[in-house]
């Protein structure tokens, strides 16, 4: 063992050869375990020689073999090391094999460097510096090419386990890892190790650790030329772990930055160093090499956002610090940490863009706020700072800032919920010019000084929350920050939470089908609608039953206000209901159904009139048999019948012929309803009475669509059953699921094609006999059938438009009954998946709904209106008035100039005076003889007393002493109350000169063109003032009054007979043509007046065959009206019009449109009672009581309105309680006795009446008492004048009272027979 060479040292000059030598188990302290040397001269190694197990102990080298041989007074290696490595010459022994020179290196130890092999230098160069670098083989180390063989094999050490060198330089660990940019206050990361010169890491073995330490020093410019104690920012000392590594960050050595402050207007500007020096060294020489120091040059990175650079003083250096958590800060490198304000979310970094919302199950819901920074100016120390501001809060907040003039705190700043009762949906924002929902103080916030007030239809808990009430709905709306989309869901509700989100409302529900290229056009109008909407949110009534609340949907329900029905259900009355599952069967079964219930009416109502014989064609063909010689009458038994008795079926075809009579009665009956059958004309009004019952369901089957509100199920049971009046079919449950897979535009063709459609198969028929009739007969009308036929044509065709007119109506107009839903858009009521088609007038349903609703509403009762003119009804039903008129003028004249009395006595008297003189003398004699017969009392005057007693010896029955008076009271010029001579003469004259102008059977035709009776009745006084002025007159007379108040009512009198003849000079003076219209307007004065009236008129054939035509055409229009009001069933369409179709468009289901509704029906039963247009009494009552019914469900209506709406105030549904129920039922009675009305009238003109069986015996009982006392009176007679006075033999009288009992009896049976097998006719 030694210091160096453990074996053996060579030193100075010297030169050693070795051959075939094995050096083992030696030890050196410092370098060489086995050998050193110190030589210029390389070792020779002749042979194969061998260092094996040699060691370099107590941090020495070398474990094999130490080359020491290096520059004078350096440590850099001799060049000599160039030519040898680590100055080894191996050679092959002499004589040997080429190769026989090698040496072995195996098991060898250095505690520091070289476990073989060692140089103790720096920089070798050449051949020792190859094998430094060379790369092992196997298990040797094959040094550069041309040099022999070295083999190293189980060799350790410190560093460098086979070859090593002195410590060179200390260097950048990892130098890609090396960090050049710091955070002030983060610790240094450089890491850096000590290499030999062949760029290994020195280190000891073991746990030894190197003897020095690497410092890490900051300096503001380059620390080697900074003056001693200035510039120097940091230094530390770093120790070199047992690796060799020296992990500076390890230390945590945190790097601190120069920085320094002023103020600069007001604000505080920090300002940095740009760049600092960090120099790592090595703090002695290790193995006697003095090492250069690493220098980096680096810059600062800012602070992070949580951070807030934090120095001693204004001038020194500092640290970035983190903030806490419910701090912010706006510029790390410039601002310090600051308290985060009330209303917000702080990080330590920034305050946060949302706030935390509680829900009602606890959770918690992230809503977006907008927060700026903005200069503030501290008043405290007159410095200005950035802070930040709440500039945006959600919708359901208020935005709470103070007005910068209070110097409100900005940590105030907040988002303030609105209370309950309040919402908002709109953003809360703050702008300079423009400040939104942004409250000065809390105070005033919770109050909800600028919320919303909750809508009526729903319950506000305070914030955005708007839930609907039951029965209403609230469209989803987008708040003004949102460009979210509505999403549906197939499983809930359209609007199941009504709710306003991070963005804005959301509405989850149903996707109910609908075209998007109809939804894209109102797309832009709907935003402009939403936009003009913006901060309110619109609660819409929901169809009755529809709407839930808290935004559910009823079954079977979905879409906007519930409006739309599911896929399985089917709109029907309003309501969906559930259709089968299978709907290929139902629609199959449909057609079925509907192909022979149309099939069987279309040949009942079009073509049975053309293949059954009517009475008239049998008898002509009778008459064409007998004239052709033939003897056998034609069979016209059912050819069924004919069939069964060929085969023997006696039995059978006696069925059969019943229920063929059966049916061909009740068929006459139906035909008779819709063409106007004339056999009960005179017994009872079936087909007014019918039109009424139809008229009165089918505007009570609208009710539930025209007022859409929670009627009881009584009602609508009964509205839903009285639909099929109204020839809606589809509207049946059953139906409605079979049109349910049909387009709103498709429903719409459906409905309104359906009239041309059947106009045209009714008209086929009649195109058959026409065509028929020019081929066969000679001419288009000359057919057997083409009366009958066409006549049928016009009665179905009228009735079947009557039928339809309210339903098509409705098809027709529903396509302009809209409602705004606001983000919803403006849908069609009738179908809300379709946009409304007013705000797109270009489309086909606009403008084809347009067409329509000019076509039927407007144009059914045009036509039919002018169907009638064209039959002359209105010339007709003017020349029946002015017949009525002549008659009611003619009597009231004759009543006016004459009596009874006085026309009896006239014809006792004869011929008026002639002209001639000799007629006069002989009228005069006439009158003198009268008068002296009928003066009893030969007091030269005659009274009334006188007068009636003549006239009861002339067999006038009954005499009315007050008209003989009032007749007499004209003449009695001397107002002595009786006639003398002079007085009775002229009235003689002036009655039979009346009487011959009047018979009282004249007709209008016939007055028009008589002057003179026209004449007479213009200047008549018809106001019978000369009369009054008489009576007057005499009254003052009799009573004593002055003479002067006597003669001023003779003035008065012969004023009243100047007009008389003033009238009578300007009727001479007019033309016949002239007088006649003058005529007629001065009677429909006096009717107005009252003096004279006109009775109620009937269409009762006096008009002739061209009345008989239109009654048998188009009389289902006006024959059950009086004639004046023939126009009457155009009014009563209009009335079917505005209450099925045009009070839909107002205020529809609320308490103003039942109300409406209610007055409307109300104004035409007003209008009714005052027109009285029907010309028979007990349909004039129907109609009365069927408007009456009419308006008292429409007023029950407003009542349950009212009921709903406290309801829907209060959040909850109207229950239905036993008076409830019991009103319903009372109702319900009211309208199925419209149903009844008929039957009861046919009952209560029946024999099955009491009353009438009581008034028949009462009246039989009085004719038979009076005929008692006729009896005993002629009896009385005979005994006492002996002349017989017996009339009739009595068994003819019996037999006339028991033809009038059984012929009543027999018209009754006759009736009600004819009700019962066909509803009457």
């Keep these: 063992s030694a210091l160096n060479g453990g074996a053996v040292l060579i030193a100075g000059k010297s030169a050693a050869e070795i051959v075939s030598t094995t050096f083992e188990a030696n030890s050196a302290g410092s370098c060489g375990g086995g050998l050193a040397t110190s030589s210029p001269t390389p070792v020779k190694l002749t042979g194969p020689v061998k260092f094996s197990q040699n060691r370099a102990e107590d941090g020495g080298s070398g474990g094999a073999f130490c080359s020491m041989n290096t520059l004078e007074n350096s440590l850099v290696c001799n060049p000599d090391l160039v030519k040898k490595p680590f100055m080894i010459d191996v050679q092959d022994l002499p004589g040997g094999a080429a190769g026989s020179g090698k040496l072995t ?444 609340g808290n935004g559910q949907c009823a079954d079977g329900r979905t879409g906007p206000v519930c409006g739309l029905c599911k896929q399985g259900y089917a709109m029907a009355q309003e309501r969906c209901e559930p259709c089968a599952e299978d709907v290929g069967t139902t629609i199959a079964l449909g057609a079925i159904v509907g192909l022979v219930v149309v099939s069987v009416g279309y040949y009942m109502a079009a073509w049975r009139v053309f293949f059954t014989s009517t009475l008239h064609e049998r008898n002509l063909e009778e008459k064409k048999r007998i004239a052709e010689g033939g003897e056998e009458e034609e069979d016209h038994r059912f050819i069924l019948v004919k069939l069964c008795e060929s085969r023997g079926w006696e039995t059978l075809a006696k069925r059969i012929s019943v229920y063929h009579r059966w049916f061909i009665l009740n068929t006459k009956t139906l035909r008779g309803m819709a063409g106007g059958n004339e056999a009960k004309k005179d017994n009872l009004p079936i087909q007014g009475l ?14 539930m669509t025209t007022f859409p509100i929670k009627w009881p199920e009584e009602q609508e049971n009964a509205m839903k059953f009285t639909k099929i009046l109204a020839f809606d079919v589809v509207a049946v449950p059953g139906p409605s699921c079979v049109v349910a897979q049909f387009s709103y535009q498709q429903k719409l063709l459906m409905y309104t094609m359906v009239p041309p459609a059947v106009l045209i198969a009714l008209v086929c028929p009649l195109t058959l006999c026409m065509v028929l009739g020019h081929f066969r007969h000679g001419g288009w009308d000359k057919h057997l059938k083409y009366e009958a036929v066409y006549a049928n044509t016009w009665q179905m065709a009228v009735f079947f438009l009557f039928l339809y007119y309210p339903t098509v109506s409705v098809a027709s107009l529903k396509s302009f009954s809209c409602q705004e839903l606001g983000a919803e858009g403006n849908l069609l009521q009738a179908d809300f998946s379709v946009a409304c088609p007013i705000d797109n007038p270009a489309s086909f349903i606009f403008l084809y709904s347009a067409t329509v609703a000019v076509l039927y509403p407007i144009g059914i009762p045009v036509g039919l209106y002018f169907a009638m003119r064209s039959y002359g009804i209105p010339q007709m039903a003017a020349a029946l008035r002015r017949q009525a008129i002549c008659a009611s003028l003619i009597s009231t004249y004759k009543r006016h100039t004459s009596s009874s009395e006085m026309e009896h006595l006239t014809n006792y008297l004869g011929k008026g005076p002639g002209d001639d003189e000799k ?168 009717i107005n007046k009252g003096i004279i009236s006109v009775p109620q008129l009937s269409w009762d054939g006096s008009g002739g065959e061209k009345e008989d035509l239109a009654r048998l055409h188009v009389g289902f229009l006006f024959k059950n009206y009086e004639v004046t009001k023939w126009q009457f069933e155009i009014l009563e369409m209009w009335r079917k019009l505005l209450t099925t179709s045009v009070l839909v468009f107002f205020y529809k289901g609320s308490i103003l449109q039942l109300a409406g509704g209610f007055f409307l029906m109300f104004f035409f039963l007003v209008l009714t009672m005052r027109m009285r247009p029907f010309a028979d009494v007990r349909l004039e009552k129907m109609q009365i009581w069927a408007l009456l019914v009419l308006c008292i469900t429409l007023f029950y209506g407003v009542i349950l309105n009212a009921d709903q709406s406290v309801a829907e105030a209060n959040g909850s549904t109207p229950q239905q309680t036993q008076l409830g129920t019991a009103v319903s039922l009372i109702i319900l009675a009211f309208q199925m006795s419209v149903l009844f009305l008929p039957f009861a009238t046919i009952i209560g003109e029946s024999r099955l009446n009491p009353l009438n069986v009581w008034y028949q015996f009462k009246e039989l009982h009085t004719e038979a008492i009076e005929r008692a006392k006729e009896e005993a009176e002629e009896a009385r007679v005979e005994r006492e004048t002996g002349v017989s006075t017996a009339g009739p033999p009595q068994g003819q009288a019996t037999g006339r009272r028991k033809s009038s009992l059984f012929s009543g009896f027999g018209v009754w049976g006759l009736g009600f027979g004819g009700w019962g097998l066909g509803v009457g006719g």
Aim: glycine content about 8%; hydrophobic content about 35%; proline content about 5%.
């Design 919 to 1086: 007629s006069q003398l002989r009228f005069k004699k006439r009158c003198r003889t009268l008068f002296k017969n009928m003066d009893e009392d030969g007091s030269g005057t005659l009274s009334a007393e006188e007068i009636a007693h003549q006239l009861s010896k002339l067999d006038m029955a009954k005499i009315e002493i007050r008209a003989l008076e009032k007749m007499m009271m004209t003449y009695d010029t001397d107002l002595t109350g009786e006639l003398s001579m002079e007085e009775f003469e002229p009235m003689m004259a002036d009655l039979l000169a009346t009487s011959s102008k009047f018979d009282g059977l004249e007709t209008w035709d016939q007055v028009a063109v008589n002057e003179t009776q026209m004449r007479l009745l213009f200047s008549h006084d018809w106001m019978q003032q000369e009369e009054a002025y008489h009576r007057l007159q005499t009254k003052m007379v009799r009573e004593g009054e002055k003479q002067q108040l006597v003669d001023k009512i003779g003035v008065e009198i012969q004023k009243s007979r100047q007009t008389m003849h003033d009238k009578a000079l300007e009727a001479d003076s007019l033309s016949k043509s002239v007088l006649r219209n003058r005529l007629l307007f001065l009677a429909d004065q006096l």
């Design 690 to 703: 019918m039109k009424i019952l139809i008229g009165f369901y089918q505007v009570l089957s609208s009710f």
């Design 105 to 548: 290196l195996e098991n060898n130890y250095a505690s520091s460097g070289g476990g073989a092999l060692f140089v103790k230098c720096i920089i070798p160069g050449g051949a020792t510096k190859d094998m430094g670098g060379a790369t092992p083989v196997g298990d040797g180390f094959y040094p550069a090419k041309g040099l022999a063989r070295f083999a190293f094999s189980g060799n350790t050490a410190g560093y460098g386990s086979n070859t090593a060198t002195l410590p060179q330089e200390l260097v950048l660990h990892e130098p890609k890892m090396v960090q050049f940019q710091y955070r002030p206050g983060e610790p240094i990361t450089t890491k850096l190790h000590i290499s030999d010169s062949f760029g290994q890491q020195v280190k000891m073995d073991g746990t030894d650790r190197l003897p020095v330490t690497v410092s890490a020093r900051i300096c503001i410019g380059s620390c080697e030329s900074m003056v001693a104690g200035q510039g120097e920012v940091f230094n530390s000392a770093n120790e070199i772990d047992s690796d060799g590594l020296c992990d500076v960050g390890v230390q945590n050595k945190v790097l601190v930055w120069p920085a320094s402050q002023s103020t600069v207007s007001k604000r505080a500007v920090r300002t940095y160093q740009p760049l600092l020096t960090l120099q790592h060294a090595v703090s002695a020489p290790l193995q006697g090499v003095t090492m250069d120091p690493v220098q980096l040059n680096i810059s600062r990175l800012p602070c992070n956002d949580d951070e807030q650079f934090l120095q001693a003083s204004a001038s020194a250096t500092g640290v970035c610090e983190a903030c806490l958590e419910a701090e912010y800060i706006i510029d790390p490198d410039q601002s310090q940490c600051l308290e985060c304000p009330t209303g917000g979310i702080c990080n330590g970094s920034t305050v946060q863009d949302f706030l935390l919302e509680t829900q009602d199950d606890g959770s918690k819901l992230n809503l977006t706020i907008l927060w700026e920074i903005i200069p503030f100016n501290v008043v405290a120390s007159d410095t200005e700072e950035d802070r930040a501001r709440l500039i945006e809060c959600p919708a359901g907040y208020l935005l709470v800032r103070g007005d910068p003039l209070n110097d409100l705190r900005p940590q105030d700043d907040q988002c303030a919920p609105c209370p309950a009762t309040f919402y908002s949906v709109r953003i809360a924002s703050w702008f300079e010019d423009n400040q939104t929902l942004v409250s000065n103080t809390l105070a005033g916030a919770l109050t909800g000084e600028k919320c919303e007030p909750c809508e009526p239809g729903a319950v506000c808990a305070g914030g955005r929350s708007v839930i609907p009430k039951p029965g209403f709905y609230s469209a989803p709306v987008v708040s003004d920050n949102a460009k979210a989309r509505r999403a549906y869901s197939s499983e809930s509700s359209p609007h199941s939470n009504l709710d306003v989100g991070v963005l804005g409302w959301w509405s989850t529900g149903a996707l109910w089908e609908s075209s998007s290229a109809v939804r894209g056009r109102a797309g832009r109008k709907n935003g402009r609608r939403a936009a003009a909407a913006a901060g309110t949110v619109q609660v819409f009534r929901c169809p009755a039953d529809a709407c839930l």
